[in-house]
């Protein structure tokens, strides 16, 4: 028999993923609808499409149609998946914490499908030496949290970050946002197929030590898989891919899109990798 406590909880992570998923709703019902365009309106556009700042003055947009067949299953995931079965870790109900969001970019390299990382800079307070997704936090000029305003910090971000040129990518979904207690981000996978690729590399050198790709078959061979463990105990899933050890957020997102997309493998979760307390 349930618990008083047992049913509110219960109730209230029922709660939680509707909002989330009204949300998610809006961001791709706002990403898609048609917008009226003058005929001024739209020579400006095009100038803009000339420029580095196309992503933030031209329209963003979500949609799936003409994806490679092998994204599929990380598309049809990101419409159904739950909040609670991305992380443990939410955002408050409160509303508290900076919004931002990652570009979570696929593209088709040599080997096949990979993703886009970078590592951060060691000199950076937060998160610094660690590997991520290209991204950080909202932007007044960015827009509505609530709509497009993720989508298009998620392509600044990454135009920032490693040069890559926005046009060449197609956004094709958001996952549930999350939440990273230690920096106290809410943060809002946005997923990207890169349809043009484009030269990418390090921007700032103040922000970013390298960018990299790393093919999704090596993401996904066992031989490449642990479980970090801090000392505060916390342990999550971890990558050693691309002579890094990509671990935290960025491999818990990394863990649950292979996991929900049918790509995973049976890896060895007691193989572990310390981690010390500048983690």
């Given at each position: 028999?349930?618990?008083?406590?047992?049913?509110?909880?219960?109730?209230?992570?029922?709660?939680?993923?509707?909002?989330?998923?009204?949300?998610?709703?809006?961001?791709?019902?706002?990403?898609?609808?048609?917008?009226?365009?003058?005929?001024?309106?739209?020579?400006?556009?095009?100038?803009?499409?000339?420029?580095?700042?196309?992503?933030?003055?031209?329209?963003?947009?979500?949609?799936?149609?003409?994806?490679?067949?092998?994204?599929?299953?990380?598309?049809?995931?990101?419409?159904?998946?739950?909040?609670?079965?991305?992380?443990?870790?939410?955002?408050?109900?409160?509303?508290?914490?900076?919004?931002?969001?990652?570009?979570?970019?696929?593209?088709?390299?040599?080997?096949?499908?990979?993703?886009?990382?970078?590592?951060?800079?060691?000199?950076?307070?937060?998160?610094?030496?660690?590997?991520?997704?290209?991204?950080?936090?909202?932007?007044?000029?960015?827009?509505?949290?609530?709509?497009?305003?993720?989508?298009?910090?998620a392509l600044r971000e990454a135009r920032e970050e490693?040069?890559?040129?926005?046009?060449?990518?197609?956004?094709?979904?958001?996952?549930?946002?999350?939440?990273?207690?230690?920096?106290?981000?809410?943060?809002?996978?946005?997923?990207?197929?890169?349809?043009?690729?484009?030269?990418?590399?390090?921007?700032?050198p103040g922000e970013t030590a390298r960018v990299f790709?790393?093919?999704?078959?090596?993401?996904?061979?066992?031989?490449?898989?642990?479980?970090?463990?801090?000392?505060?105990g916390h342990r999550g899933p971890a990558f050693l891919?691309?002579?890094?050890?990509?671990?935290?957020?960025?491999?818990?997102?990394?863990?649950?899109?292979?996991?929900?997309?049918?790509?995973?493998?049976?890896?060895?979760?007691?193989?572990?990798?310390?981690?010390?307390?500048?983690?």
């Amino acid at each position: 028999m349930k618990t008083h406590e047992q049913s509110t909880q219960e109730q209230s992570t029922h709660e939680q993923s509707a909002h989330e998923q009204t949300r998610r709703d809006r961001v791709a019902e706002a990403a898609t609808a048609p917008a009226a365009v003058s005929p001024a309106a739209a020579v400006a556009a095009a100038a803009a499409a000339a420029t580095a700042d196309a992503a933030h003055d031209s329209a963003v947009t979500i949609t799936a149609e003409g994806l490679p067949d092998w994204l599929d299953p990380v598309a049809r995931a990101s419409r159904t998946i739950e909040p609670d079965q991305l992380s443990r870790f939410l955002p408050p109900e409160s509303g508290a914490g900076r919004q931002s969001a990652v570009l979570v970019l696929f593209g088709e390299g040599e080997r096949g499908p990979e993703l886009l990382l970078m590592e951060r800079a060691g000199s950076l307070r937060s998160h610094a030496g660690q590997p991520s997704f290209p991204g950080g936090a909202l932007d007044p000029e960015d827009g509505d949290q609530a709509t497009t305003g993720p989508l298009r910090a998620a392509l600044r971000e990454a135009r920032e970050e490693t040069g890559l040129d926005p046009r060449g990518v197609q956004l094709f979904g958001v996952l549930p946002r999350l939440y990273i207690p230690v920096s106290g981000f809410v943060v809002t996978p946005v997923l990207g197929w890169w349809r043009s690729p484009s030269p990418v590399g390090v921007v700032d050198p103040g922000e970013t030590a390298r960018v990299f790709t790393v093919p999704v078959a090596d993401l996904t061979d066992p031989a490449n898989r642990a479980t970090t463990v801090h000392p505060s105990g916390h342990r999550g899933p971890a990558f050693l891919v691309e002579s890094a050890l990509v671990w935290g957020f960025t491999a818990g997102v990394i863990d649950r899109i292979l996991h929900f997309a049918g790509w995973e493998r049976p890896w060895d979760a007691a193989r572990q990798v310390p981690l010390d307390w500048r983690a």
